[in-house]
Structure formats: structure tokens, C-alpha cells
């Protein structure tokens, strides 16, 4: 394992990140009818390839691989790494939820509603738990809005995508970290192999584990599944160093084919995300050398992935009431909300997403600030 940190983790980062919430446009879009899925398909998917899938995917690659180098050199306490990783990711997504729970008080007091919609009818124990432990949505996702009334009961306070699936099994992921560290480090490669078997066998039998077939329908979102593209992010950074630069030639011609054919390739849809994913990480890698060569605008790069996370808490929000604001314009100007329009939509809601997300850090600075300043008068 060679550098702390690679540049091309923070562009792969800012595709991810840009990806996502360029899916989640479009389909709030589509949800709100103000656009058909049919006439903006062609922006996100084709036969081979998906852009939130895709998206997603290098996400959990990049986060077992960041952790992986963070944590090589010194000592690692699993108690300090687990205290660590709750102050951020919780805390964050603790404000966020209270932001936007003050927020819908606001608009309900405004429009003459009943603020009493917004706190739940009853709160199982096993639902606070999960909503504590930020696995709720994922929850909700997982088992579905039947089960889910069934097991927990009223899913109030879920708002508005806050955290999504994704943060619920990226917590998993974090939590089974420490176990899959020490396996990593001591048998990379037999830890890879064992971990594509395990894949292998899930994927073969899915449909006939009861409990994902009658749940958890969708293996690509499910933590059992995805915690492969967790793994093979931390295994890629053991051996970053040791894989060859040709390697990327390969890799071009794989995602360009999965870009251009028109014919879907006879493989199951989560290998094929795992495959292109896998693609685009190693044409990163490769270049490397070149984003070393651009210090100035890789650190603006950098810049920006400091907001990732935060993009991701947020996102969903902005995306909601930017939209309304939108067909609301259109349709007091008499225009349909037509895909010229999209590019625009998208610039606006990355604007305000961007200036919620550095509102979001600042708030969170603050304690660090205040000990710094009273240790100075000390």
C-alpha cells in the first residue's frame, strides 16, 4: 500500500456525487409530471448501464478504499474508529433532519395545516433504535412500506430521501469494517477470492433465500450484495501500486462498449455493475500521473469532495422544492417544462445544494472553533 491519498478517489468522488443527484433530478422530474421517463431515459441509462447504479457502486468502492489507506499506518481501535465514524456521519444527518422537521413546521403554520402530521402516531422502541443508529430509510427500503408498517409501525419522520438507503448501508459497512480490515491486511488475495465466491453464491441463489425474495428485491441495494463493492475498493487499495498501467487499455474498451451497445450483454445486472464500475476505477488509476500534473484544479476537485457527504444528506430536499418551483414558473408562464430546461434545473439545484452543504460544515466547525478559542484564553 503506497499513498495516503490518491487524486483520483476525489474525481471519482465528484462523478459519483454529481451522478447521483443528476439521476435524482430527473426523476423527481418524472415523479411530479412534469416530464415522461420515456423522453429523459436516454440522459441516465441504456442497455448496459445506469448512472445512479453506477454512481452508487463507486461510491461503497471509494469508501472501503479511503478507509483502507486512512487507516494502514498507526494503531486502529475499533471503538475509536466506530466513535469517529457516528460523530460523522450521525451528527450531520441528526441537523439535517431537524433542519428540514423545523422547516415543514414552518410551511404547515404558513398554510394553515396541522403541524400534528409531522410527529408520528406511536414510536416502537425498535424503530427509534434504527432511527438513532441512522438505518431507519434503509430499513424502510429494504423491507419495504408493507413490512415495514408490519415490523416497526408509522414511518413519520422519514423525510423527504434525508440519508436515503445508501446511509443506512454504508453504516453497515462501516460497522462489519474492522473484521474485513484485519482480512484484508493479512490476506488480501484470498480474502478477494473468498469475497467474489460468497458474491458468486448470493447472486446464484437469490431468489431462493426467502428473506431477500420476499424483501429485499433488488440485490444491487442490498447490503449483502453491495458489501462486495465495499470490499473490493479496500482490496484495490492494498494493491493499487502493483496493478499495471496497461491495465486502463482494457478498461477503456469495457466502458465503451457498455456506453455504446445498443444490445444488453447477457449477464446479471449486478455483475454488470460491478464489472463497469471496476472499468472506470482502473482508467482513473491509471491517470493518475496526469492529475498529479494539475495540482491546482485536482485541489479544487478536493475542495468540493469535503461536501460530499453533505451533498448527499441534502440533496434529495433541494431537489423536491426546486422542482415544484419550477412547474410552478412554467405553468404560470403557460410553457411546458421541456428538456432545455434540465441543464438549468441542475446548475440551480447544485447551487443551492453547495451553499446548504458549506451552511451544514460551518455549523458543524463551530464546537471545534469554540474549544480552540477557549483553549487560547487558557
Not at 121 to 134: H, N, Q, T, W
Not at 248 to 256: D, F, G, L, R
Not at 279 to 297: D, N, Q, T
Amino acid at each position: 500500500m503506497g499513498k495516503k491519498h490518491y487524486r483520483f478517489m476525489d474525481l471519482l468522488r465528484l462523478f459519483s456525487m454529481l451522478a447521483i443527484v443528476f439521476y435524482h433530478m430527473l426523476i423527481t422530474l418524472c415523479n411530479f409530471g412534469a416530464r415522461q421517463a420515456e423522453s429523459v431515459r436516454i440522459f441516465y441509462e441504456n442497455a448496459n448501464a445506469h448512472i445512479a447504479t453506477t454512481g452508487v457502486g463507486i461510491f461503497f468502492m471509494l469508501s472501503g478504499a479511503g478507509l483502507m489507506l486512512s487507516t494502514s499506518k498507526g494503531d486502529f481501535h475499533v471503538l475509536s474508529f466506530w466513535k469517529s465514524r457516528a460523530v460523522k456521519i450521525l451528527v450531520p444527518y441528526y441537523l439535517v433532519n431537524l433542519f428540514y422537521l423545523f422547516f415543514q413546521f414552518l410551511v404547515l403554520m404558513k398554510e394553515g395545516g396541522d403541524p400534528g402530521l409531522l410527529w408520528p402516531k406511536s414510536l416502537s422502541v425498535p424503530r427509534a433504535v434504527l432511527m438513532i443508529l441512522g438505518v431507519d430509510t434503509y430499513a424502510h427500503f429494504f423491507l419495504g412500506a408493507e413490512n415495514y408498517a408490519k415490523v416497526l409501525g408509522d414511518s413519520t419522520w422519514m423525510f423527504s430521501g434525508i440519508g436515503e438507503w445508501f446511509l443506512g448501508c454504508l453504516i453497515l459497512m462501516y460497522l462489519v469494517f474492522p473484521l474485513l480490515r484485519i482480512a484484508v491486511k493479512k490476506k488480501p488475495h484470498l480474502t478477494i477470492v473468498i469475497s467474489t465466491v460468497y458474491l458468486a453464491v448470493m447472486l446464484f441463489f437469490y431468489e431462493k433465500i426467502f428473506a431477500f425474495s420476499a424483501v429485499a428485491e433488488f440485490p444491487y441495494v442490498n447490503f449483502f450484495v453491495k458489501v462486495y463493492d465495499f470490499i473490493l475498493g479496500m482490496y484495490l487499495a492494498t494493491v493499487s501500486d502493483k496493478i499495471p498501467k496497461w491495465s486502463a487499455i482494457p478498461s477503456a474498451v469495457v466502458t465503451v462498449a457498455f456506453l455504446i451497445s445498443p444490445i444488453a450483454f447477457p449477464l446479471n445486472y449486478t455483475v454488470l455493475i460491478l464489472i463497469l464500475n471496476l472499468s472506470i476505477y482502473l482508467i482513473a488509476l491509471a491517470a493518475e500521473p496526469l492529475f498529479e500534473k494539475i495540482p491546482r484544479v485536482m485541489n479544487g476537485v478536493s475542495f468540493l469532495c469535503r461536501y460530499s457527504y453533505y451533498f448527499f444528506l441534502i440533496h434529495h430536499v433541494v431537489i423536491i422544492h426546486t422542482t415544484i418551483n419550477w412547474i410552478k414558473r412554467c405553468n404560470e408562464k403557460g410553457i411546458p417544462l421541456s428538456n432545455s430546461y434540465i441543464p438549468v434545473i441542475f446548475a440551480e439545484e447544485m447551487l443551492i445544494t453547495a451553499l446548504f452543504s458549506a451552511g451544514l460544515a460551518y455549523l458543524l466547525s463551530l464546537p471545534k472553533k469554540f474549544k480552540e478559542k477557549n483553549k487560547k484564553k487558557c
